[in-house]
């Protein structure tokens, strides 16, 4: 690890090693002041896209409060989790997201997820004051991306999305902590490349339509989640393709990621199991308990109630194939 500044440095290197023990990959430590940038970067980017004020609003009031609703907090841990190690079925892909499928929160209590308890015994061992999304009523923060880019352990590219040196197929977790600890890294990231608007162009409603910035309400992974599977005034439900929960579109299409192979790594587990219920055809006469297991492990992207956008989402990529297949004809 080339560390650029460290401030605490016995307590900040064995909260690293801690977080390794967990299982994370990689672990970087800023101020709550660092969060600074990404309220003004949040604000740049409703400036840009209007429209998504709405969507970021919490983002800034949650980013601001920090201070206020955890005055004893003087760190933030940014821990980040590489899903690369394991393949991902290649039925599955262009319809599910690979990251909500293969996380280590996809399957609640199983191992991986449980593992990260393990960091919150050791600060609770040590007598560190924490929270974080893994405490009951714990609390986590907006902005994580920006945490890892400012802890050197990522860079934010123009689609958006946090890449190391293996691309984007990370997940990130993090964790306030009551003791001052810095941990900054220096990694060389290339940036990048001048004019590439790959993933621009891949994007298949034009959500990403400036890099660095993003129209929530029109990204295909927020439609067919959180927004229901209901297609907003603008768009055609053909746009959404194939994607049944989630959209990879503009990480698959660029260039800092098409180096890996989803066929390698170890099986996701249980995931193998649900591939042939998990196709489009078959959601449709899926009984309620498989449904409820598809978005179970959605990494809660859905709730296991939201078995109707699942149908929805389905059925509407069933019309689009026919549609390619008539196109094709
Ligand atoms: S996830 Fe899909 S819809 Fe959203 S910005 Fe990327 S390519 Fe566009
Ligand atoms: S496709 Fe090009 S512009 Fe988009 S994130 Fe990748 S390298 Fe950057």
Not at 24 to 37: A, H, K, N, V
Not at 147 to 152: D, E, K, L, S
Request: glycine fraction near 8%; charged fraction near 25%.
């Amino acid at each position: 690890m080339n560390i650029s500044h460290i401030e605490n440095e016995e307590l900040s290197l064995r909260i690293y090693q801690a977080c390794i023990d967990a299982g994370f990959d990689d672990c970087g430590i800023i101020s709550i002041e660092d969060m600074d940038t990404y309220i003004a970067n949040t604000r740049k980017r409703i400036e840009a896209v209007p429209v998504s004020a709405g969507f970021y609003k919490n983002a800034i009031s949650g980013t601001e409060e920090i201070r206020a609703r955890f005055p004893w907090a003087k760190s933030i841990v940014i821990c980040l989790s590489q899903t690369t190690k394991y393949k991902y079925p290649k039925e599955l892909q262009g319809l599910y997201a690979k990251s909500f499928f293969i996380s280590r929160d996809s399957v609640k209590n199983g191992p991986e997820h449980l593992q990260k308890h393990k960091l919150g015994r050791w600060f609770d061992e040590n007598q560190i004051e924490w929270t974080g999304a893994i405490k009951e009523n714990g609390s986590d923060i907006w902005g994580l991306r920006h945490a890892a880019q400012t802890a050197g352990i990522g860079i934010i590219r123009r689609n958006n999305f946090l890449y190391n040196e293996d691309g984007s197929w990370i997940e990130l977790d993090s964790f306030l902590i009551g003791e001052h600890c810095r941990l900054y890294q220096e990694r060389k990231f290339t940036p990048c490349p001048t004019g590439c608007t790959i993933c621009q162009k891949a994007c298949p409603t034009s959500a990403l339509h400036e890099p660095y910035t993003l129209n929530p309400f029109h990204c295909v992974s927020f439609i067919n989640t959180f927004g229901r599977g209901i297609v907003p005034e603008g768009l055609q439900g053909e746009q959404l393709g194939t994607w049944i929960v989630g959209c990879d579109a503009c990480q698959d299409a660029c260039p800092f990621n098409r180096r890996h192979d989803w066929s390698q790594g170890e099986d996701y587990p249980g995931l193998g199991a649900l591939v042939e219920i998990m196709q489009p055809e078959n959601i449709l006469s899926a009984s309620s308990e498989q449904l409820e297991n598809i978005c179970l492990r959605s990494s809660d992207h859905l709730k296991p109630k939201d078995s109707e956008v699942l149908k929805t989402n389905a059925e509407r990529v069933l019309r689009n194939r026919n549609i390619q297949k008539s196109i094709v004809i």
